[in-house]
T-cell receptor, first 112, second 111 residues
Framework: DQQVKQNSPSLSVQEGRISILNCDYT??????FLWYKKYPAEGPTFLIS???IKDKNEDGRFTVFLNKSAKHLSLHIVPSQPGDSAVYFC???????????WGAGTKLIIKP | DAGITQSPRYKITETGRQVTLMCHQT?????MFWYRQDLGHGLRLIYY???????DKGEVPDGYVVSRSKTENFPLTLESATRSQTSVYFC??????????FGPGTRLTVL
């Protein structure tokens, strides 16, 4: 029973366009959500997060949107760059000190 | 080097052997974690530790043992390796209220 789902295993986007990565969750008690980015042969690195009391958080080219009624969050990357090609993981937690529950990841490919 | 390191980076072993994966962090973070990553599953928590001498089970602890005698080290032992434990293992650490920082991973193959 996956509590955090990333239904798109891969996504291909043209350089300069917007990349939208999606994540759905089932546990309405999750109160903190994070996105991590992972390159091959490296560990995941933190990208951006959002608290359940917000519906949007922005950091440079990266924006995360949270729709609690739909139990859905998305990561927008604008504009997409070749260095954004990586696997993106969505994760959720019940509180900031609790374990993270991870999605399966989406491989983003930015085409030149 | 500052940060979090894992050793070995690659390991091939045989079924039934004992294997220990090492994790070392230089930040003195109180929390440390062990995950495994398998295709289609994302990262699954094996064990975590809130401080030295305090460990607890995660989602998939069976077949694994951990210890934490020092804050900076968090070794993971497979007491009798099985083929189902073939995976990529990631160690992570964090300070309270902060995000998790990951090591580069250990790719383990059990034949």
């Amino acid at each position: 029973d996956q509590q955090v789902k990333q239904n798109s295993p891969s996504l291909s986007v043209q350089e300069g366009r917007i990349s939208i990565l999606n994540c759905d969750y089932t546990n309405s008690m999750f109160d903190y959500f994070l996105w991590y980015k992972k390159y091959p042969a490296e560990g995941p690195t933190f990208l951006i997060s959002i608290s359940s009391i917000k519906d949007k958080n922005e950091d440079g080219r990266f924006t995360v949107f949270l729709n609690k009624s739909a139990k859905h969050l998305s990561l927008h990357i604008v504009p997409s760059q070749p260095g954004d090609s990586a696997v993106y993981f969505c994760a959720a937690t019940l509180d900031s000190n609790y374990q993270l529950i991870w999605g399966a990841g989406t491989k983003l490919i930015i085409k030149p | 080097d500052a940060g979090i390191t894992q050793s070995p980076r690659y390991k091939i072993t045989e079924t039934g052997r004992q294997v220990t994966l090492m994790c070392h962090q230089t930040w003195s973070h109180s929390y440390m974690f062990w995950y495994r990553q398998d295709l289609g599953h994302g990262l699954r928590l094996i064990y975590y530790s809130a401080a030295a001498d305090i460990t607890d089970k995660g989602e998939v602890p069976d077949g694994y043992v951990v210890s934490r005698s020092k804050t900076e080290n968090f070794p993971l032992t497979l007491e009798s390796a099985t083929r189902s434990q073939t995976s990529v293992y990631f160690c992570a650490s964090r300070a309270p209220g902060d995000t998790q920082y990951f090591g580069p991973g250990t790719r383990l193959t059990v034949l």
